[in-house]
């Protein structure tokens, strides 16, 4: 199983990029990465999913370099709504098997 | 929107008794999940369904068993709980065979006693 490590927190004031990089160094050819988003007292929500290079949706921005052992989550102008747990997920599905392994997540806290 | 259910948002339990949780789901999702949350530990897999009677053990699935009857629902049961069991346990279920994206309940907060 691929290992995940992640900051356990960071800060960011209102407006600012904010990248969060998830280090997977024994990830396997199949594997794919995704980050999700926790608000307190909800369940984990899906953001943005890639395998390699760059990914960009309306919320967010993947960076995944070519040897693929990390990856950036990247959110632009952050706003207090922002303030959540992240979490990057690397795993891949197979012969009715599925190898998924969440990092610990990222706190990131927004400050006016 | 998809929508994961959870039976109860709180459970207490005492150490011993035998333990259902429930999830169900609305769109006709293949797959589904049962993951245990701990702070500092992430979230980490328990079992998981592809269909319908499958099921098939994740990371952790010691002193736990699922089932599933039907497509949109897939119960976690603890044979006999203990304190070490105490957790937030969430469920999930995604459409994809990869479980790229998979869409989760708001979770149980399971108190063993």
């Known amino acids: 199983l691929a290992k995940t490590t992640q900051p356990i927190s960071m800060d960011s004031y209102e407006g600012q990029e904010v990248n969060i990089t998830c280090s997977h160094n024994?990830?396997?050819?199949?594997?794919?990465i995704t980050w999700y988003q926790q608000f307190p007292s909800q369940g984990p929500r899906f953001i943005i999913q890639g395998y390699k290079t760059k990914v960009t949706n309306e919320v967010a921005s993947l960076f995944i370099p070519a040897d693929r052992k990390s990856s950036t989550l990247s959110l632009p102008r952050v706003s207090l709504s922002d303030t959540a747990v992240y979490y990057c997920?690397?795993?891949?599905?197979?012969?009715?098997?599925?190898?998924?392994?969440f990092g610990k997540g990222t706190k990131l806290s927004v400050i006016p | 929107d998809v929508k994961v259910t959870q039976s109860s948002r709180y459970l207490v339990k005492r150490t011993g008794e035998k333990v259902f949780l429930e999830c169900v789901q609305d769109m006709d999702h293949e797959n589904m999940f049962w993951y245990r949350q701990d702070p500092g530990l992430g979230l980490r897999l328990i079992y998981f369904s592809y269909d319908v009677k499958m099921k098939e053990k994740g990371d952790i699935p010691e002193g736990y068993s699922v089932s599933r009857e039907k497509k949109e629902r897939f119960s976690l049961i603890l044979e006999s709980a203990s304190t070490n069991q105490t957790s937030m346990y969430l469920c999930?279920?995604?459409?994809?065979?990869?479980?790229?994206?998979?869409?989760f309940g708001p979770g149980t907060r399971l108190t063993v006693t």
């Open positions: 997920l690397v795993g891949h599905s197979g012969a009715g098997s599925y190898q998924l392994t």
């Open positions: 024994n990830i396997a050819t199949n594997d794919y």
């Open positions: 999930a279920s995604s459409s994809d065979r990869e479980a790229v994206e998979q869409y």
